[in-house]
């Protein structure tokens, strides 16, 4: 079982926008969308001295406690345990849209074509992560501010930056979501995201939501097995005798 995490460099991000291109171009995403961004802090001249403006590097947080997985009624979007990604099963979701209003980090976007929420999953979708490669992201990084690996794994990159160096998460006012992105050290801006508010319908749809959709699947589930026993047992066309038809012996058929 893995737990896939990303530990961030605030300190030597660039604002050069590579990951945010690499991520665009390696998933897909439509124009006018984003799945990863770069928060920066405004400068303050009012003391007569320059500061220096902080570049954040983020994305999905891929939550230990994902406000999404809890305001999804139909469980489309679920963390799987085997990886700790936070996904969307698009055959599952009824596009009520609630995952994207309690969201504190604006992670997510609905498909302008799809009509489903999209977001980052670490490059799994695209198939890197199965390839062995890195998030698109974090191969792209020319400063490498980003690193990408298992923190199950002791011997992991993630892990020893964990334990050799001091980390911060950005959260929620209200919930601390648990995100599995930490940035190292102190990083800025700490106060964007939002408070979570789940929709006031979300309890009721879930309620009446999350049976339908269990039904759904366990009919579709008896409907496949029903087709299989009626193939198996059904004798092989090619070993039956075959009565052309009427169109058939118009054409000419044996």
């Known amino acids: 079982m893995k737990k896939y995490a990303m530990v961030v460099d605030s300190s030597v991000c660039i604002d050069c926008k590579g990951c945010m291109v690499s991520c665009k171009v390696q998933n897909n995403v439509p124009n006018g969308y984003w799945r990863n961004w770069i928060k920066h802090t405004t400068p303050d001249f009012s003391r007569g001295k320059l500061t220096r403006t902080h570049f954040q590097p983020g994305g999905c947080m891929q939550c230990d406690v994902p406000t999404c997985v809890q305001a999804c009624p139909s469980g489309a979007t679920f963390k799987d345990a085997q990886t700790g990604i936070v996904h969307v099963n698009e055959a599952l979701c009824i596009g009520c849209g609630n995952c994207i209003r309690s969201c504190p980090y604006g992670a997510r976007f609905r498909h302008p074509e799809r009509r489903v929420p999209n977001k980052c999953d670490f490059c799994f979708s695209s198939g890197r992560l199965d390839r062995g490669l890195l998030p698109a992201c974090v191969d792209t990084c020319p400063t490498k501010a980003r690193v990408f690996g298992d923190l199950n794994d002791s011997e992991s990159e993630v892990s020893r930056l964990l334990r050799d160096r001091p980390a911060v998460r950005v959260t929620s006012r ?17 106060d964007w995201p939002t408070d979570v508010e789940f929709p006031a319908a979300y309890a009721s749809m879930a309620s009446l939501v999350n049976p339908v959709v269990k039904v759904a699947v366990g009919l579709s589930a008896l409907g496949v097995a029903a087709m299989w026993v009626k193939q198996a047992f059904a004798p092989d066309p090619d070993e039956t005798d075959h009565e052309p038809s009427a169109t058939e012996q118009d054409r000419g058929a044996p």
């Open 174 to 190: 209200n919930i601390d979501t648990q995100p599995n992105m930490y940035y190292l050290t102190a990083t800025e801006p700490a």
